[in-house]
């Protein structure tokens, strides 16, 4: 168990529909990451939030937004889903304590776009 | 940005076998870490391994920094090491925030 927990575990939804993803970081960890896993793609970053303020944006679309709130859980909104945002999408935090900056993932939220 | 390619990309093992996974990155960076994907989608951390070696189990990891690659060794390979086994690299770039690359991944099966 890495510390970090992620829901919901699976998510069935249809095309132009919206979700929300939630994430918990582990105790202490400040910093939140979002990466989506699909077969074409891999893993790919999407979205770091460091004590409630954006830092960094990789390959996110427009659609999808997120967001870390004063107790540093973190949402991923997915909007007009489309079938191909059927994936599987992580959350991962760190503590960032100096040049230390391993990341830990929950389990994954599997998301299907039908 | 960086690539990391991983090699093999597949990896079958007779049980009690050793296998070396290899990952190349084409650029300097500060922070590398091993992931194993278990059957179930879940990604467990192996080693944080930035340089050096470090050992944990049957499974060790080296990190040459200045030649680019890692090495994750598996020794006595059981079933449960099934999996895919990712590298991800991380650059101190600011604008790219603290992100990981991971590579394409091995995917390892473990015979009985």
């Known amino acids: 168990d890495s510390g970090v927990t992620q829901t919901p575990k699976h998510l069935i939804t249809a095309t132009g529909q919206r979700v929300t993803l939630r994430c918990s970081p582990r105790?202490?960890?400040?910093?939140v990451y979002w990466y989506q896993q699909s077969l074409d793609q891999g893993l790919q970053f999407l979205i770091q939030?460091?004590?409630?303020?954006?830092?960094a944006k990789g390959n996110i679309l427009e659609r999808f937004s997120a967001q870390q709130f004063p107790d540093l859980h973190s949402e991923l909104n997915l909007s007009s889903l489309e079938l191909g945002d059927s994936a599987l999408y992580f959350c991962a935090s760190s503590v960032e304590y100096g040049s230390y900056n391993e990341q830990f993932f929950g389990p994954g939220t599997r998301l299907t776009v039908l | 940005g960086i690539q990391v390619e991983q090699s093999p990309p597949d990896l079958i093992l007779q049980e009690g076998a050793n296998s070396t996974l290899r990952c190349n990155f084409s650029d300097s960076v500060n922070n590398l870490q091993w992931f194993h994907q278990n059957p179930w989608g879940q990604l467990i951390n192996l080693f944080y391994i930035p340089s050096g070696t470090k050992q944990n189990g049957r499974l060790s990891a080296t990190t040459v920094a200045t030649e680019r690659y890692s090495l994750l060794y598996i020794s006595s390979s059981q079933t449960t090491d099934s999996g895919v086994y990712f590298c991800?690299?991380?650059?101190?770039?600011?604008?790219?925030?603290?992100?990981?690359?991971f590579g394409g991944g091995t995917r390892v099966l473990v015979k009985p």
């Open positions: 105790s202490g960890d400040l910093s």
């Open positions: 991800a690299v991380f650059q101190p770039h600011k604008a790219a925030g603290n992100k990981l690359t």
């Open positions: 939030y460091y004590n409630g303020e954006e830092r």
